[in-house]
């Protein structure tokens, strides 16, 4: 997943859409790589009003005036800016205001008239006249992203044609006005194509403020619906924060009404390196320290940190029933980052089904510990008579069936949420093994019997074991055969059926 940026926690995507592929030009093809956001809750009409209106002017502009070669394109969420530019004019600008602690993307492009002229366009970022540094991403293959790195200006090279690559920017931008320049080469402005794509995602205040431990935003647990089955996809998520060049602190609370699994997964996405985010959970004192956790970015193969970084942490306990809290705070670093806050209760895991022997009227198995199991038999339900133990064990009767009968087996836990089902066939008694090579002198047994099995092999007074393979062959290594002594052998199948033993004498 490197280092595709997600922004699922975010509430709404921002009237500013980029596209990512490259300008059709002449006869050339349009590359259609349009970078979309991911499903997103629907934005209010006062947000899509506020996004809308995000752009100061919707235009390219030079010192003697504004222009633009075709409308703006406007279709809901999409703009993008295309120009020509002008003889003896090399400056051209955008304005775009904003209102909102914005996530933005860009894709800036320029192709020159002039196939020979090898200078770049020099593409800047300024807030109210200061320099706001980018991040260049670049689209081309280079040793360790060596030209994905923080900048004050992009130099963009002479888009010569859909293969060539191109530069990316990114960076969260507070509010406030800012203004895009490009200054194109005096030698190539005659007749040069310029292109703007901007997409971003609004970052809800309410959403995504810091706050202290009174404050704490609630996380609600997933409720049973009647078929059993935890809503919200059997996950809830708490939401997320930004990180802005200050210490800030964000709580989160959640309430267990019973002894559960609980698993934190903690998202990072930060504009410089080391750690990112420190993440601690308390137990409900709030005060004693269940888990902590440091969230590091990951390293590129020249052993740095990358610039723009997707890091993950997670963390997985049984906790007791009560309430607890969850504290984010930035790690050693001060600069611009977000995280993602994901807080699960799984499902109890897919019981594993040892023992289900024909006609032994019990089936055995392993699940989560606390938890109680139980078997569909012939559309019947039978419950074990006790919880699974400590290492995770039970056992459940059931009446006799016949072989071909299938058995679904489950576990409860203690929310009452049952495991999906692990099924298994009664399967017949296995055929008595057949001995392939036991010669007198060799020291060797060989045969075929069931597939995966469990081979049982008496000499000597000696017993051996040896798995057979999923085509039920086997061979085990014995003492010395000697001739005249007998070899008893018989097979245990996976379900515990055992076959009748067969018995040999050596020649």
Known sequence: MKKQMVYKWLSGCLALIMLAGCISLGSESTVSARKKCDQLPEMTEEQIQAAQESLEEDDFTTESGSYIDAAAIKDDNLIELKGKAQPGEHIYTVKMNLTKTVILLGTPMIQYAQKDVKDKTKFTLEKEGKVVSLYQIYSGETPFDELNA???????????????????????????????????????????????????????????????????????????????????????????????????????????????????????????????????????????????????????????????????????KKLKKGTYYIKVTPGDHLGDGLFQLDVDLPRAAIPKVTYWALGKKIVKGTGEPGSKAYAKVNGKTYYAKKKTTSDGKFSIP??????????????????????????????KIPKKPTLTEYKAGTKKISGKCVYDGTVTIKYNGKTYKVKSSKKGKFTVKTAALKSGRTVKVFVRDISGNVSKTRTYKIK
């Open 150 to 316: 923080k900048t004050d200006s992009i130099m963009l090279p002479n888009h010569v044609d859909a293969n060539t690559p191109y530069y990316m920017i990114e960076q969260i931008l507070n509010p406030g006005t800012y203004t895009f320049t490009f200054e194109i080469p005096e030698k190539a402005t005659d007749g040069a194509k310029i292109y703007l794509g901007l997409e971003g995602s609004v970052m809800i205040d309410e959403e995504q403020a810091a706050n202290t431990k009174a404050t704490a935003r609630e996380i609600p647990v997933p409720t049973i619906n009647k078929y059993n089955h935890m809503t919200y996809d059997e996950a809830f998520s708490s939401g997320a924060g930004y990180m802005a060049g200050e210490e800030k602190e964000y709580w989160y609370t959640f309430t267990l009404p019973a002894d559960r699994y609980v698993e934190l997964d903690m998202t990072c996405i930060v504009f410089n390196t080391k750690k990112t985010a420190v993440l601690t959970l308390y137990y409900p004192d709030g005060t004693e320290k269940v888990y902590k956790g440091i969230v590091e970015t990951d390293k590129d193969a020249d052993g740095e940190s990358d610039l723009i970084s997707l890091s993950n942490m997670e963390f997985s």
């Open 398 to 427: 059931i009446p006799a069936v016949k072989a071909g009968t299938k058995i679904a087996v489950r576990v409860k836990d203690s929310l009452g949420v049952s495991s999906r089902s692990k099924t298994v066939t009664v399967r």
